[in-house]
């Protein structure tokens, strides 16, 4: 019966590390990811927006940030993976970041317009 509980005890211990030697491996690909993309992210804003004065890298780095956590969210495992290991894009990412990128747009206060009502300035005029 010894036995049986040291093997037991053994495999447990041997799941264990498993497990959590994927998990740190999973946030460690996360973590990467993330920072990979925030980098190649603002990279990207600052050319595209290269004619403007007085663009810079730190106005995109909240934008290309918020963009990283939520692809972080919207990927999964094997998907991470193939986006580290691979220098090309893969068409399914480009729905995925485009989704991501618009979640982290700031909405601006919509302008309202307000019409005078003439027929009252008349009369009180």
């Not at 603002?42 to 663009?55: C, S």
């Not at 986006?83 to 989704?99: C, D, T």
């Amino acid at each position: 019966m010894k036995i049986l509980i040291r093997v037991s005890s053994a495999v447990v211990t041997a799941l264990s590390l498993f497990f959590s030697g994927s998990a740190l491996s999973q946030s460690a690909n996360i973590t990467s990811f993330k920072k990979s993309y925030e980098a190649t992210c603002v990279k990207e804003q600052v050319k595209r927006h290269a004619g403007i004065k007085g663009i810079t890298a730190d106005q995109f780095a909240a934008h290309c940030e918020c963009t990283s956590t939520q692809l972080s969210k919207s990927l999964n495992t094997s998907e991470i993976e193939t986006l580290l290991n691979n220098q090309a894009r893969p068409n399914w990412f480009k729905e995925k970041e485009s989704a991501a990128a618009k979640s982290c747009l700031k909405q601006e206060p919509k302008i309202q317009v307000k019409f005078l009502d003439f027929r009252l300035i008349e009369v009180l005029g």
